[in-house]
């Protein structure tokens, strides 16, 4: 039995989490927000702590055996998120502070350098702003034209129209792939099929696929990936850019500094070889190495794995959410085994705002988010200013979901108890 194998994993790995054992607000913290960040493993806690306890020093420097050990701890790390990508070469992963920061590289390194004015960049309006704005900065300074492919009726990505967006003009496709407020997987293999038959290049924002499904950089093809370590059990502060190798060759450096140099004079400088053209300055040295006790926890406990977990207690949240009166969902409802969509659900309710109803649930001990997540143009396009949002993880139970749905209805039913008198 699939549901008796998974149930295993999740109480397996709880007593991983030291977090959770927590009581908040009189009760037990049920963690539902683990779209904007994870919580971390001992694992991940103990290499942060292992570092700075044993191993601290400066990387790439010294001769001496404490900046060696940080060196390789840190390097290993890069090696590690290769693998975990299927990236070709470990010079194709740049350490970034995080995905942001790591769209900010792409966009002022190649978009400012190659894009000129008419060229066009097809977005999405479900895209988060750390996937909007850098362009828009690029759109500002080069005259490039962002076009933005609109959800369909059912909060998907519209194929039809991205098909009719492209042109000899486009020169970029920026795309997340799993939407963090619909829910929705972009459909990659004909997207950036499609996108590189007009000559385009491809960013795909990856920070709400990778903590939970396999991810295959050469399978998808994609030009350059972007994630944040905070979101998929490592640190803050660490987040990566893949890049095919021969783009990063041919990009010119984004920050200068030490680190990223090969040969310098007062007026002119060469640059390192890659990753290192990208990395100017010390690094989130710690956070690296955390960051690479992330990828082998998720990888021992296998992506597959946490992905057919995370499909059943979607559907447990959409059947759960169903049966409540008054909710508006958002995004694709899952198929009968819980995929096709992310683990996560935004709604809004007739008789509260999504503001008041966190807050209230909070008094339960229930984690969620209220908001516009990130993507306002996306809530503008839904014409509401915010959902709530309930995000899983594979540590999450089916006991939580029941305790988080328990506390929705009896929120509602005393909302509209008031309203009655
Ligand atoms: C969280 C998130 C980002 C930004 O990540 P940061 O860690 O804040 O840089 C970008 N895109 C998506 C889809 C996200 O969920």
């Given at each position: 039995m699939v549901a008796t194998a998974s149930k295993t994993l999740a109480s397996q790995v709880r007593q991983d989490f030291p977090i959770l054992h927590q009581e908040v607000n009189g009760h037990p913290l049920v963690y539902l927000d683990n779209a904007a960040t994870s919580q971390k493993p001992t694992a991940v806690i103990n290499a942060l702590r292992d570092y700075y306890e044993g191993d601290n020093a400066n990387v790439h420097r010294g001769a001496h055996t404490l900046s060696n050990r940080a060196?390789?701890?840190?390097?290993?790390?890069?090696?590690?998120?290769?693998?975990?990508?299927?990236?070709?070469?470990?010079?194709?992963?740049?350490?970034?502070?995080?995905?942001?920061?790591?769209?900010?590289?792409?966009?002022?390194?190649?978009?400012?350098?190659?894009?000129?004015?008419?060229?066009?960049?097809?977005?999405?309006?479900?895209?988060?702003?750390?996937?909007?704005?850098?362009?828009?900065?690029?759109?500002?300074?080069?005259?490039?034209?962002?076009?933005?492919?609109?959800?369909?009726?059912?909060?998907?990505?519209?194929?039809?129209?991205?098909?009719?967006?492209?042109?000899?003009?486009?020169?970029?496709?920026?795309?997340?792939?799993?939407?963090?407020?619909?829910?929705?997987?972009?459909?990659?293999?004909?997207?950036?099929?499609?996108?590189?038959?007009?000559?385009?290049?491809?960013?795909?924002?990856?920070?709400?696929?990778?903590?939970?499904?396999?991810?295959?950089?050469?399978?998808?093809?994609?030009?350059w990936l972007v994630a944040s370590g905070h979101k998929m059990c490592g640190p803050t502060g660490i987040g990566f850019l893949y890049g095919k190798l021969d783009l990063l060759e041919s990009m010119p450096p984004f920050l200068g500094g030490g680190e990223m140099i090969a040969d310098v004079s007062l007026e002119h400088s060469t640059y390192a070889e890659l990753p290192h053209k990208f990395e100017a300055g010390t690094p989130a040295i710690g956070e690296a190495i955390a960051l690479g006790a992330a990828v082998d926890y998720l990888s021992n406990l296998g992506m597959d794995n946490i992905h057919a977990y995370e499909a059943e207690l979607t559907r447990h949240l959409f059947d759960g959410l169903s049966q409540i009166d008054g909710i508006t969902?958002?995004?694709?409802?899952?198929?009968?085994?819980?995929?096709?969509?992310?683990?996560?659900?935004?709604?809004?309710?007739?008789?509260?705002?999504?503001?008041?109803?966190?807050?209230?649930?909070?008094?339960?001990?229930?984690?969620?988010?209220?908001?516009?997540?990130?993507?306002?143009?996306?809530?503008?396009?839904?014409?509401?200013?915010?959902?709530?949002?309930?995000?899983?993880?594979?540590?999450?139970?089916?006991?939580?979901?029941?305790?988080?749905?328990?506390?929705?209805?009896?929120t509602l039913e005393f909302f509209a108890s008031v309203m009655d008198d």
């Open positions: 060196t390789d701890a840190y390097e290993a790390t890069r090696d590690k998120l290769a693998a975990f990508i299927n990236a070709s070469s470990r010079q194709e992963i740049v350490y970034t502070r995080n995905a942001s920061e790591a769209i900010n590289l792409v966009a002022y390194s190649w978009g400012m350098s190659a894009l000129t004015a008419g060229d066009e960049i097809i977005l999405s309006v479900m895209e988060h702003h750390s996937n909007l704005i850098p362009w828009q900065f690029v759109a500002q300074r080069t005259g490039a034209v962002l076009k933005f492919v609109e959800p369909t009726e059912t909060g998907e990505f519209n194929l039809k129209q991205f098909e009719s967006l492209l042109s000899d003009r486009t020169k970029l496709v920026s795309i997340v792939h799993v939407s963090n407020t619909l829910g929705c997987e972009t459909p990659v293999d004909k997207v950036i099929p499609l996108a590189h038959k007009v000559g385009a290049k491809v960013l795909l924002d990856a920070c709400q696929s990778i903590p939970h499904m396999p991810i295959d950089v050469q399978a998808l093809d994609c030009d969902l958002y995004g694709p409802q899952p198929s009968a085994d819980g995929t096709g969509r992310a683990a996560l659900a935004a709604f809004t309710t007739e008789a509260v705002h999504a503001h008041d109803l966190a807050t209230l649930i909070d008094q339960s001990g229930i984690a969620i988010r209220s908001g516009h997540h990130c993507t306002q143009p996306l809530h503008k396009h839904l014409k509401v200013s915010a959902t709530a949002r309930a995000s899983l993880s594979f540590y999450n139970t089916h006991d939580e979901i029941d305790q988080f749905l328990t506390a929705l209805q009896d």
